[in-house]
């Protein structure tokens, strides 16, 4: 545990590490009362929650709750919102994307069934919001607010990522976009929640958000290298299950823009492609991200969010030492593996 002495106050400020945050938050999570009648509906919600991960998002409000001087357990029933809301979305885009397995273990629709995944999501979006009841009011209005708008843009940036499936000219900003609302809004919000919680100034919980949405962006364009480059051993997922699905990745994207016309329209074919054994399809079009140049230019985009996401740090009025804090959470993201 680093422990923060800041001169001008008369107490200590400790932040914990990141492993500490998550053992707060699952100690948390376990003394959670979900398991309610009728038990087809909160089963698979026990069931979602239960299946790990690594709890990113709920670490980032209780991290930023103590960036801003609060005791990290105030900030446990947003942290619990924010990952019961995540978890809503996922058991909602397996059901669209007709996922089998979910962190290794079998989805919601596939345990039980379609409507059950759907109506126990419904349920997970509204247990969400039962979780900043636990504030008083002025909070609860600002993190319900916060809530709503981010919950919307996730929809919106689900319903992108379905409309650029059918489509053959989605852009670099448009993809950008589609990532900010389906990824980033979620860390950024994580983030400013513990912020709101710590009852800091409208300021910094703006600095804030926007060190939590360029580091998000950081984040997705690391998943969709891994997902190509990753080791299978590490990743977690199938490698080059967005080539198996013909997803236009931000690497995809930057290999057609950087390829010559006859290396573009062979990649494009290649995406038009639904085989049974997809492992020469997935070699060559790693060739042709490597080629062009789109994995090196897909890297330099990685670090250039995450520095974006430095460049606020600067501007926030908090000491080094949490400022490390937080620079090193950026680093170890943009070093990650998994």
Same mark, same amino acid.
């Given at each position: 545990?680093?422990?923060?002495?800041?001169?001008?106050?008369?107490?200590?400020?400790?932040?914990?590490?990141?492993?500490?945050?998550?053992?707060?938050?699952?100690?948390?999570?376990?003394?959670?009362?979900?398991?309610?009648?009728?038990?087809?509906?909160? %089963?698979?919600?026990? $069931?979602?929650?239960?299946?790990?991960?690594?709890?990113?998002?709920?670490?980032?409000?209780?991290?930023?709750?103590?960036?801003?001087?609060?005791? $990290?357990?105030?900030?446990?029933?947003?942290? *619990?919102?924010?990952?019961?809301?995540?978890?809503?979305? +996922?058991?909602?885009?397996?059901?669209?994307?007709?996922?089998?397995?979910?962190?290794?273990?079998?989805?919601?629709?596939?345990?039980?069934?379609?409507?059950?995944?759907?109506?126990?999501?419904?349920?997970?979006?509204?247990?969400?919001?039962?979780?900043?009841?636990?504030?008083?009011?002025?909070?609860?209005?600002?993190?319900?607010?916060?809530?709503?708008?981010?919950?919307?843009?996730?929809?919106?940036?689900?319903? +992108?990522?379905?409309?650029?499936? %059918?489509?053959?000219?989605?852009?670099?900003?448009?993809? +950008?976009?589609?990532?900010? $609302?389906?990824?980033?809004?979620?860390?950024?919000?994580?983030?400013?929640?513990?912020?709101?919680?710590?009852?800091?100034?409208?300021?910094?919980?703006?600095?804030? $958000?926007?060190?939590?949405?360029?580091?998000?962006?950081?984040?997705?364009?690391?998943?969709?290298?891994?997902?190509?480059?990753?080791?299978?051993?590490?990743?977690?997922?199938?490698?080059?299950?967005?080539?198996?699905?013909?997803?236009?990745?931000?690497?995809?994207?930057?290999?057609?823009?950087?390829?010559?016309?006859?290396?573009?329209? %062979?990649?494009?074919?290649?995406?038009?492609?639904? +085989?049974?054994?997809?492992?020469?399809?997935?070699?060559?079009?790693?060739?042709?991200?490597?080629?062009?140049?789109?994995?090196?230019?897909?890297?330099?985009?990685?670090? *250039?969010?995450?520095?974006?996401?430095?460049?606020?740090? %600067?501007?926030?009025?908090?000491?080094?030492?949490?400022?490390?804090?937080?620079?090193?959470?950026?680093?170890?993201?943009?070093?990650?593996?998994?």
């Amino acid at each position: 545990m680093s422990c923060i002495f800041e001169p001008w106050k008369s107490e200590f400020h400790f932040m914990h590490n990141i492993s500490q945050y998550q053992d707060f938050f699952i100690s948390y999570l376990k003394n959670q009362s979900i398991q309610k009648e009728p038990k087809n509906l909160y %089963e698979p919600i026990e $069931y979602i929650l239960g299946l790990g991960g690594k709890r990113m998002r709920p670490v980032l409000t209780l991290m930023a709750s103590e960036v801003f001087d609060a005791d $990290y357990k105030m900030a446990l029933p947003a942290a *619990m919102a924010v990952e019961v809301f995540h978890n809503f979305s +996922l058991v909602h885009d397996d059901i669209m994307d007709d996922a089998p397995l979910r962190r290794g273990e079998e989805t919601v629709h596939e345990k039980w069934n379609i409507n059950t995944g759907i109506l126990s999501g419904d349920a997970m979006l509204i247990l969400a919001y039962q979780y900043f009841e636990q504030y008083e009011p002025t909070i609860f209005r600002d993190l319900a607010k916060l809530f709503s708008k981010t919950a919307l843009e996730v929809c919106e940036g689900q319903q +992108l990522d379905v409309d650029f499936e %059918e489509r053959n000219d989605v852009t670099i900003p448009e993809y +950008l976009k589609m990532i900010e $609302y389906k990824t980033a809004v979620l860390v950024a919000a994580a983030m400013k929640m513990g912020a709101i919680v710590a009852k800091t100034s409208e300021k910094e919980a703006d600095l804030i $958000y926007d060190f939590g949405l360029n580091l998000g962006l950081a984040f997705q364009l690391q998943d969709d290298y891994l997902d190509a480059f990753g080791d299978p051993k590490t990743f977690g997922k199938q490698v080059g299950g967005d080539i198996i699905e013909n997803k236009k990745t931000y690497l995809y994207l930057k290999a057609i823009e950087f390829s010559s016309d006859e290396k573009a329209t %062979e990649l494009k074919q290649l995406f038009g492609l639904q +085989l049974d054994d997809n492992s020469e399809k997935i070699e060559t079009a790693k060739a042709i991200f490597n080629a062009s140049g789109a994995s090196k230019a897909t890297q330099e985009a990685i670090e *250039m969010y995450t520095f974006k996401a430095f460049e606020t740090l %600067e501007k926030m009025e908090i000491n080094a030492e949490k400022k490390n804090v937080l620079r090193t959470f950026g680093e170890n993201l943009m070093g990650r593996k998994v």
